[in-house]
Nanobody, 124 residues
């Protein structure tokens, strides 16, 4: 049974930093594309960042230069370092896994595995 468990969310002031982690079990992340999506109230779920098994990364335009995705294959975890946070970054952040890069980059539909999410709130 695959499980993705997020941690690290919380309340932070604008300009601050948070580091999200996703611990995977039931799958080996080194063979998957791992992604972080987010969903703000009243908005669609959107891709924030993704990392391929080979280390290729993708970032949404709104987070480029501020967020960094990384993976630790030995620990079977993927992380999202978030710096210079803004109130508009407030959302539930979800860890996701899929075999195919284009599935993850295309958006949330069709992605195989999801965590339950962790809430990030950025105050102004």
């Amino acid at each position: 049974q695959v499980q993705l468990v997020e941690s690290g969310g919380g309340l932070v002031q604008a300009g601050g930093s948070l580091r999200l982690s996703c611990a995977a079990s039931g799958l080996t992340i080194s063979t998957y594309v791992m992604g972080w999506f987010r969903q703000a109230p009243g908005k669609e779920r959107e891709l924030v960042a993704a990392i391929s098994s080979g280390g290729t990364t993708y970032y949404g335009d709104s987070v480029k230069g501020r967020f960094t995705i990384s993976r630790d294959n030995a620990k079977n975890t993927v992380s999202l370092q978030m710096n210079s946070l803004r109130p508009e970054d407030t959302a539930v952040y979800y860890c996701a896994a899929d075999r195919f890069w284009r599935t993850v980059v295309a958006g949330p539909g069709g992605v195989d595995y999801w965590g339950k999410g962790t809430l990030v709130t950025v105050s102004s």
